[in-house]
């Protein structure tokens, strides 16, 4: 039987939303808290602002069941899980893109005035190194009156517990990742971490790893940066495969039959709030030692731009070939916007950067399929759920389902995962 009854999750999006529905479907009465009213007044309907397996129906059911309210506000609670975004500042234009933490610390600034003894505050947002502890001197400037833990102390004085519990989902599938995954908590001492194991294990099927903040939030950097180094290890690949000639899926499923070799495909980059963007944390903290980790977000962050001129390329040596065809007429159709397969989750997504940049170069010349996705305003580019007749050239930018097998007409093909006939 727990003893939190009521929870407060600030942020409802890809993370905070299935957070609070599992929460709420474990019989907890919670409250979700988000600045966008939309997203609010969609929420309280039972229905969803998000692509999700397995999201609608169990919102839907939580709201009938009145365990799951959603608000522009918070209010008091036995726990608040802080579930919002941490993105880059100066990401397009830095070599050293540093950490925005304002939405955070919005968020501690709003539930602040709620705050009683005995309260539990986990952040779930993926988070620099040192940010839970920061976040604890926020609480103290907001509200003094409280006795906050302090590090390696686990006096028992503390009014408030403060930990670190990051996601380990995989968009598509997050409803049964949330159950069943293993989780790292770090506690700002030791018996915050005990405290926010035991509001997660309401519904977590899988273990709990307890840690100090620190550790659990380089954790959390360490297994997004591994995977980015290992993408670009693969897309640095694609490179050099094509200017030598070589088909690199099929170089890369040869080398794979080595018994210690598992080489990840290429694709148009690496998007997403996690991968995309998590490795920089590590950088701006650790500009002296993190060379590896950042070398892998410069090869995957040039690798959409690789593409965008291996289209003009490409289409260049089309038109050497074909003098008498007019250039006016090309038609590119891209396939995918989002950052990664069959979700609908924009954020950082190569394709979506490529459609937009080649939709400036090619006006009123470029159409894009995106099957998660019915309707996007303010674009250069046409969303169209059929290729237009006459497209010259077919740009697979995503490894969705719905194009697998599929034969595509076009004089030009560029398939950057291998999957159309």
Same mark, same amino acid.
């Given at each position: 039987?727990?003893?939190?009854?009521?929870?407060?999750?600030?942020?409802?999006?890809? %993370?905070?939303?299935?957070?609070?529905?599992?929460? +709420? #479907?474990?019989?907890?009465?919670?409250?979700?808290?988000?600045?966008?009213?939309?997203?609010?007044?969609?929420?309280?309907?039972?229905?969803?602002?998000?692509?999700?397996?397995?999201?609608?129906?169990?919102? #839907?059911?939580?709201?009938?069941?009145?365990?799951?309210?959603?608000?522009?506000?918070?209010?008091?609670?036995?726990?608040?899980? %802080?579930?919002?975004?941490?993105?880059?500042?100066?990401?397009? &234009?830095?070599?050293?893109?540093?950490?925005?933490?304002?939405?955070?610390?919005?968020?501690?600034?709003?539930?602040?005035?709620?705050?009683?003894?005995?309260?539990?505050?986990?952040?779930?947002?993926?988070?620099?190194?040192?940010?839970?502890?920061?976040?604890?001197?926020?609480?103290?400037?907001?509200?003094?009156?409280?006795?906050?833990?302090?590090?390696?102390?686990?006096?028992?004085?503390?009014?408030?517990?403060?930990?670190?519990?990051?996601?380990?989902?995989?968009?598509?599938?997050?409803?049964?990742?949330?159950?069943?995954?293993?989780?790292?908590?770090?506690?700002?001492?030791?018996?915050?971490?005990?405290?926010?194991?035991?509001?997660?294990?309401?519904?977590? =099927?899988?273990?709990? &790893?307890? &840690?100090?903040?620190?550790?659990?939030?380089?954790?959390?950097?360490?297994?997004?940066?591994?995977?980015?180094?290992?993408?670009?290890?693969?897309?640095?690949?694609?490179?050099?495969?094509?200017?030598?000639?070589? !088909?690199?899926?099929?170089?890369? =499923?040869?080398?794979? =039959?080595?018994?210690?070799?598992?080489?990840?495909?290429?694709?148009?980059?690496?998007?997403?709030?996690?991968?995309?963007?998590?490795?920089?944390?590590?950088?701006?903290?650790?500009?002296?030692?993190?060379?590896?980790?950042? &070398?892998?977000?410069?090869?995957?962050?040039?690798?959409? %731009?690789?593409?965008?001129?291996?289209?003009?390329?490409?289409?260049?040596?089309?038109?050497?070939?074909?003098?008498?065809?007019?250039?006016?007429?090309?038609?590119?159709?891209?396939?995918?916007?989002?950052?990664?397969?069959?979700? !609908?989750?924009?954020?950082?997504?190569?394709?979506?950067?490529?459609?937009?940049?080649? +939709?400036?170069?090619?006006?009123?010349?470029?159409?894009?399929?995106?099957?998660?996705?019915?309707?996007?305003?303010?674009?250069?580019?046409?969303?169209?759920?059929?290729?237009?007749?006459?497209?010259?050239? #077919?740009?697979?930018?995503?490894?969705?389902?719905?194009?697998?097998?599929?034969?595509? =007409?076009? !004089?030009?093909?560029? !398939?950057?995962?291998?999957?159309?006939?």
């Amino acid at each position: 039987m727990t003893k939190f009854k009521n929870i407060v999750v600030i942020g409802l999006g890809y %993370i905070g939303l299935p957070t609070a529905a599992m929460f +709420a #479907s474990s019989g907890i009465k919670v409250l979700g808290v988000d600045v966008n009213h939309e997203v609010v007044d969609t929420i309280n309907k039972g229905d969803i602002h998000i692509v999700e397996n397995g999201l609608k129906q169990l919102v #839907s059911e939580v709201v009938n069941s009145g365990n799951l309210l959603a608000s522009t506000s918070p209010s008091t609670a036995d726990a608040f899980v %802080i579930s919002v975004p941490t993105p880059l500042l100066n990401n397009k &234009t830095s070599t050293m893109p540093e950490p925005d933490l304002r939405f955070i610390y919005e968020a501690i600034k709003s539930i602040s005035k709620y705050l009683k003894p005995g309260n539990l505050i986990v952040l779930e947002s993926t988070s620099p190194v040192g940010t839970t502890e920061k976040m604890a001197d926020w609480i103290s400037k907001f509200r003094p009156d409280l006795i906050l833990p302090e590090k390696d102390q686990n006096r028992g004085l503390e009014s408030i517990s403060i930990a670190y519990c990051p996601e380990r989902v995989l968009p598509g599938n997050i409803i049964n990742e949330l159950i069943h995954n293993d989780r790292v908590i770090g506690g700002i001492t030791t018996n915050c971490g005990l405290l926010a194991e035991d509001l997660y294990k309401v519904f977590l =099927k899988g273990d709990c &790893t307890i &840690t100090d903040s620190k550790t659990a939030e380089m954790v959390k950097l360490t297994e997004n940066s591994s995977r980015d180094v290992q993408i670009a290890f693969a897309n640095e690949l694609s490179l050099i495969c094509d200017e030598n000639g070589i !088909d690199v899926l099929n170089l890369i =499923k040869i080398a794979n =039959k080595h018994p210690r070799v598992n080489i990840l495909k290429p694709g148009a980059g690496v998007g997403g709030h996690c991968i995309a963007v998590d490795p920089w944390f590590i950088v701006h903290k650790n500009p002296n030692h993190a060379n590896l980790i950042k &070398t892998a977000r410069e090869v995957n962050n040039s690798k959409p %731009i690789w593409v965008i001129k291996k289209v003009d390329e490409l289409l260049e040596n089309y038109f050497n070939k074909n003098p008498n065809k007019d250039r006016a007429d090309i038609k590119i159709c891209c396939y995918g916007l989002s950052f990664k397969p069959d979700i !609908d989750d924009l954020r950082e997504s190569p394709a979506l950067f490529i459609t937009r940049e080649l +939709a400036k170069k090619y006006r009123n010349n470029v159409f894009a399929i995106e099957p998660n996705i019915e309707y996007l305003e303010g674009e250069d580019f046409e969303l169209v759920e059929f290729p237009p007749a006459g497209t010259l050239i #077919s740009l697979i930018l995503v490894n969705h389902s719905d194009f697998h097998n599929k034969t595509i =007409k076009s !004089d030009i093909l560029l !398939d950057l995962h291998g999957i159309v006939l």
